[in-house]
């Protein structure tokens, strides 16, 4: 596995590197920020770079209904694949199957918005694309990549990924009436989403903004931290060593769990944490709900789909029930206990009651589908 993930960062440092020789140099364009979706994949902007919000349409934000956000993770490449600025979305497409898993929130009464920062998150390395979530004063500063594969920093905020997310969100929500906002984030991008609600919970402390906007659920899709700790944080709790992220993230929860009852879930469909430079952050699966999802209809290697098939699973498990919950006996008969496992149809009451270090739940039917309409999870103890 480790070979594997080592190939692919190679191939993608070595296109990157190639793509930064381009003949001539594109038209020098940043675009990022917040994203509303309807039901059929079309998007609109919500805010602006210079913090005007967007009048939209109804059926892409509609101020009386709860809202997800989705922050995606590191974007190697993305700025120069196909046609330039290739961008996540909600469209599934995997053999036979072409879903649009925005609909079914869509139509169960949700707004459903995607956070970009694909220009910024475009880097080889995974954590100068990290670093830029924290702080404008990582390695490669605040530059952000052009469809050419050059770099630029003409256009460069003077701040943070997190805090630019964090203003973008709030000033967009700032008129909801639901009193419901989930965030969701991917890889990397789950640090984003745990930003974002600390610095939300923060504000609603400092009566900056309303309560309106507090995070309501926080869920990591196969979430990833890089190790070792990082001069861009400085050391918050004076033991004498620079934090690093996966225990900045891990303190945040904490907070959000003590002040809010935050309902957090760690979904994790792969090993992309345990290769190379991935850190476990094992102290963190004991306080949240902690998830194996077994993506078998994938050969057992393709673990970089694995990591990547968790975003449209989690979308789509919107459409059915909640899994059931079910133990096995030593016959390997299975029994339904009556309880919901996790997904994002689960009620957030049943996601805080399963958190903690008494159980983890593992993926047991559903494994040889991409649809979650099968799935079933058996309880374990840990």
Do not use: C
């Not at 805090?163 to 640090?191: D, P």
């Not at 004076?238 to 996966?246: K, L, P, Q, R």
């Amino acid at each position: 596995m480790e070979r594997t993930f080592r190939l692919f960062l190679s191939l993608a440092g070595t296109l990157l590197i190639m793509a930064s020789f381009s003949a001539h140099a594109v038209e020098d364009s940043l675009d990022y920020g917040l994203y509303w979706f309807d039901g059929k994949n079309n998007a609109v902007k919500a805010v602006e770079a210079d913090g005007t919000v967007n009048n939209v349409p109804l059926k892409f934000y509609d101020p009386s209904k709860p809202t997800i956000v989705h922050f995606h993770g590191w974007q190697p490449g993305s700025a120069t694949r196909g046609n330039g600025y290739d961008r996540e979305d909600f469209r599934f497409v995997w053999g036979d199957e072409d879903v649009i898993t925005a609909t079914s929130w869509k139509n169960k009464g949700w707004n459903i918005a995607y956070f970009y920062w694909d220009q910024f998150a475009d880097e080889s390395e995974v954590k100068d694309a990290e670093a830029k979530m924290w702080s404008t004063n990582g390695p490669r500063g605040m530059r952000y990549r052009l469809s050419d594969g050059s770099y630029s920093n003409r256009h460069s905020p003077d701040k943070s990924v997190g805090q630019i997310a964090f203003e973008q969100v709030t000033a967009a929500l700032a008129n909801n009436t639901s009193y419901y906002l989930r965030l969701s984030g991917h890889s990397l991008g789950n640090q984003l989403a745990t930003i974002v609600a600390t610095r939300i919970s923060d504000a609603i402390y400092a009566g900056s903004v309303g309560t309106n906007v507090m995070v309501d659920r926080l869920e990591l899709l196969d979430p990833f931290w890089s190790q070792d700790g990082k001069s861009y944080l400085g050391d918050a709790n004076g033991d004498g060593a620079n934090d690093w992220v996966g225990e900045r993230t891990r303190w945040s929860i904490e907070t959000l769990i003590q002040r809010h009852d935050t309902p957090v879930t760690w979904y994790k469909s792969s090993g992309i944490q345990d290769v190379w430079i991935g850190d476990k952050n094992v102290e963190l699966e004991g306080i949240v709900t902690f998830v194996h999802n077994r993506l078998w209809y994938l050969a057992s290697a393709d673990y970089l789909n694995k990591h990547n098939h968790v975003v449209p699973w989690y979308f789509r498990s919107m459409a059915s029930a909640a899994p059931e919950e079910v133990t096995i006996n030593w016959y390997g008969a299975r029994s339904w206990t009556g309880k919901d496992a996790a997904s994002a149809a689960t009620s957030d009451a049943r996601i805080r009651a399963m958190m903690g270090d008494t159980y983890h739940w593992d993926q047991v039917e559903g494994r040889y589908t991409a649809d979650p309409e099968d799935d079933q999870f058996e309880v374990k103890d840990y």
